[in-house]
């Protein structure tokens, strides 16, 4: 009773902040609360006519479909090394980036050279995936016909050889991705009080003994924060970048294929919604386990960075 | 212990990019052209530090004290070798440090916002400088340890600086710049960001510190009590130019002109607008209807620089203006009681003049409207050019 008097007196005495906060309240409950309702199509046999309280109810079974499959093991796999590769090279190639935009003293370069970086950010999945074939296609790619052949080197027929893909993925994903994610890291660099770098100059710090000494502890919570939001998405992967700019090339699947992208192909050949949602299921499940073990791993080690 | 020589220094900033073009930009014919009211404010750029000249000795305590914006912290971070010095040299033991880098000058700073490193501890902060020169742990730990004791800090040496109080922290970054004993120790405004009676410690601290520490020091303050309190010579800077360089002493009782005059000293120092009238070898200054003839040494400098008769700016601190039966008359706007002195706010033909009367020589109290008449000695006054604003005594 008294619990609920004293947020009746919140209520009243906050009510404009409320009021506030109230069209972010509606969207999170429209769009990432009421589609929790759709998780039950994992438990169920789904069909049209059933609708989704309607349809059968088959317990785990579309979760055994899911893994009991030949590909459960490589699709796992690959959304698994790939999201490792990204976090991990992420971090470092983001922090980097960011520091040499952070350490340009001119505000032209700098800009100049964010905006390239940004740019790829910008563009769609689809004109990647042709960027990517205008540069890897077999008889009219660039590498081949102006690269390869002039060096008398024999043509690679990129889309039907595998080894080549876990490169070119993670290259085109930086090469995309970079411009954003160092934009955080910037911004926290840029938060960092510059006297701490002058008395670090001081003491007879290198920049790169700064860098190490100053900026890398002072982004260690963007890093943690940053780290375990990635980790609680390491089940996910980006549908563009594993299914168009493979060119959804069946020779090179091994390589290529994730969960997501799993999903989809068996949505479109089999249109079997029960063993997506359990797969989406799947994927929240476990990603939100990894990120209350990453945190509470974090807490063990330094609470004052965890996010909880 | 180092000897510290700024031979003309000067620090320009030039213009950004867009700045020079809008500073540029063709005005209308209608519109009025601004007058430039700011000096530093110039073609090359913001000059924020010129015609700087100072010998620093060995074990001096300097002292750089002016407003905001007046140049001071400029020079000292130039000296810090964070700024680059435009133009001119500085020595420290006599070798050009104009192009060597801040860590190879072997001085250290205390800054105005302690700096610390966040997420090192206390023992950390101050053992950095030293790991990084590779000195062997031991030796490091000696001396954090011996820094921590001078400075009380020991039982705070694991925390971190956020579980620091101002005061803690300030000493830890006094600590953290003691802890390698460097040749000259830089202090941009350190007790500034205290309340004032930490302020009034860490005063007494850092004199204390001086003593056992016994360094060169270079400190910026726009505090006059702690320029007067600390230092064993004083440079009063305004608009990037040293205004006077002395003991506390001297620019206190021989300002050099109205600016350093109206700087030091609290409360400030009463102007009038008097004349200056020279009867042979005689000097008098005529205000408010009296006649004060200027004490023997100040009569033989204006003699010296041989001054005439011209209207001037005369100056009398409050505390060398007395109350008398008959002098220039006042009507009291206000008087604060101060404890062993009564300060009175007087209006003096329309003009402020503050008065200090001790409470030991008050007959009376002194109420609102009440009229008083207060007179100055000629040993106590000081006349400024109108024209130069200079002392002519200069």
């Given at each position: ?58 317990g ?32 470092v ?10 350490e ?9 050279y964010?905006t ?21 296609a ?7 016909n ?15 050889e ?5 490169f ?26 510059p ?18 000494n ?5 982004l260690?919570?963007?890093?943690i ?33 994730t ?50 | 212990?180092?000897?510290v ?28 052209e ?15 530090v ?38 001119g ?12 880098a ?12 302690y ?11 101050m053992?950095f ?8 742990k ?28 101002g ?14 004993a ?8 350190p ?33 006059q009590t ?21 003991t506390?002493q001297?620019?206190f ?12 000293g ?11 009238k020279?009867e ?11 006649k ?9 400098r ?22 008398a ?42 109420k ?25 005594e200069?």
């Amino acid at each position: 009773m008294q619990k609920k008097s004293s947020l009746m007196k919140k209520l009243k005495k906050y009510w404009p902040f409320y009021f506030l906060a109230l069209p972010g309240l509606i969207y999170f409950f429209i769009n990432n609360y009421i589609p929790m309702g759709g998780l039950i199509l994992a438990f169920e046999k789904y069909t049209v006519s059933g609708g989704i309280f309607g349809s059968k109810k088959i317990g785990f079974q579309n979760f055994k479909f899911l893994f009991s499959n030949a590909d459960a093991w490589i699709m796992t796999r690959n959304t698994l090394l790939y999201n490792i590769v990204f976090i991990l090279l992420g971090l470092v190639i983001s922090i980097l980036t960011a520091y040499f935009l952070h350490e340009l003293k001119s505000n032209m370069s700098r800009k100049f050279y964010q905006t390239v970086i940004l740019f790829p950010s910008l563009l769609s999945i689809i004109i990647v995936s042709y960027l990517a074939n205008a540069l890897l296609a077999g008889d009219t790619g660039f590498i081949n016909n102006h690269i390869l052949l002039p060096l008398g080197l024999e043509p690679i027929s990129f889309y039907s050889e595998k080894k080549w893909w876990p490169f070119i993925l993670v290259f085109v994903h930086f090469w995309q991705m970079t411009g954003t994610s160092c934009i955080l890291y910037l911004a926290n660099m840029s938060a960092i009080d510059p006297s701490l770098y002058e008395a670090a100059s001081m003491d007879g710090a290198t920049r790169w003994q700064s860098f190490f000494n100053i900026t890398i502890p002072c982004l260690v919570p963007t890093i943690i924060t940053l780290t375990i939001l990635a980790v609680g998405k390491i089940f996910n992967s980006d549908f563009g970048l594993f299914y168009q700019v493979p060119m959804n090339s069946g020779a090179i699947i091994d390589v290529t294929q994730t969960i997501d992208t799993y999903v989809y192909r068996g949505l479109m050949n089999t249109a079997n919604l029960g063993m997506s949602a359990a797969a989406c299921f799947y994927q929240s499940v476990v990603g939100f386990c990894l990120v209350m073990i990453t945190n509470s791993m974090v807490r063990r080690i330094s609470s004052e960075n965890a996010m909880f | 212990m180092a000897e510290v020589k700024l031979v003309n220094i000067k620090k320009v900033y030039p213009y950004v990019s867009g700045e020079e073009k809008k500073k540029n930009k063709k005005k209308s014919a209608d519109e009025p052209e601004k007058k430039k009211v700011n000096l530093q404010i110039t073609d090359e750029g913001v000059v924020a530090v010129q015609a700087f000249n100072l010998d620093i000795k060995d074990k001096e305590f300097i002292v750089l004290v002016g407003p905001s914006g007046c140049g001071k912290s400029t020079t000292l971070r130039m000296v810090a070798g964070l700024e680059e010095i435009s133009d001119g040299e500085l020595y420290i033991d006599g070798k050009l440090m104009n192009d060597v880098a801040p860590k190879d000058r072997d001085i250290a700073m205390v800054f105005q916002n302690y700096a610390l490193y966040p997420h090192m501890t206390v023992y950390d902060n101050m053992a950095f400088s030293l790991k990084l020169r590779h000195t062997p742990k031991d030796e490091i730990d000696k001396k954090v340890r011996e820094a921590a004791e001078i400075l009380d800090i020991t039982q705070y040496l694991e925390r971190k600086p956020k579980a620091l109080s101002g005061g803690q922290r300030q000493r830890v970054a006094i600590g953290r710049a003691i802890v390698r004993a460097p040749k000259v120790m830089l202090m941009d405004e350190p007790l500034s960001n205290l309340d004032a009676k930490l302020r009034n410690e860490m005063r007494a601290e850092i004199i204390k510190l001086r003593q056992r520490i016994n360094t060169t020091f270079m400190y910026v303050t726009h505090d006059q009590t702690e320029a007067m309190t600390l230092g064993d010579r004083i440079v009063i800077m305004k608009d990037g130019y040293i205004q006077q360089i002395g003991t506390p002493q001297e620019v206190f009782n021989h300002p050099a002109n109205l600016f350093v005059a109206g700087f030091i000293g609290m409360p400030v120092m009463n102007f009038f607008d008097a004349e200056l009238k020279r009867e042979g070898d005689k000097f008098f200054v005529e205000v408010g209807g009296i006649k004060v003839e200027l004490a023997p040494e100040k009569e033989a400098r204006l003699l010296k620089n041989n001054v005439q008769s011209q209207p001037v700016t005369l100056g009398v601190r409050p505390e060398h203006t007395d109350v008398a039966e008959q002098g220039i008359a006042s009507t009291v706007e206000v008087a604060e009681m101060m404890g062993s002195s009564v300060h009175l706010h007087l209006n003096a033909d329309g003009k402020d003049v503050i008065v200090i009367v001790p409470t030991i020589d008050m007959k009376g109290s002194y109420k609102q409207g009440d009229t008083v008449h207060f007179t100055f000695d000629g040993k106590v006054a000081h006349v400024f050019s109108k024209e130069t604003d200079k002392n002519l005594e200069f």
